[in-house]
């Protein structure tokens, strides 16, 4: 019973390193980034409501946030996307 639990273990600790070596296209990581973007705001707006964070801080770390992701990866061939993604997470209802 050790035996079958000490490879389950090696096999699971096996798989994280695979799925890494994985390379996203530009559109797969745009898409990745923003699901990050509206998830942030989604999480954001929870805060402003619940009055945990100011509407200024949320707007500056939204903001940043998408300065980094368009500029600094290959998401910014998708900027459109980006951007679309973003006015939606800003609006706080």
């Known amino acids: 019973m050790k035996f079958i639990l000490l490879i389950s273990a ?18 797969e990581e745009s898409i ?3 699901g990050t973007i509206f998830g942030t705001g989604i999480t954001y707006c ?3 409501a619940d009055g945990k964070v100011s509407d200024k801080d ?22 459109d996307l980006i951007d679309r993604v973003y006015a939606d997470a800003m609006a706080c209802d």
């Open 10 to 27: 090696l096999i699971v600790s096996a798989i994280p390193v695979q799925a890494q070596e994985q390379r996203f296209n530009a559109k």
């Open 32 to 34: 990745f980034h923003a």
């Open 46 to 48: 929870q805060f402003l």
């Open 58 to 79: 949320r707007q500056e770390h939204m903001s940043n946030i998408l300065n980094n992701y368009k500029i600094e990866t290959v998401a910014k061939d998708y900027g």
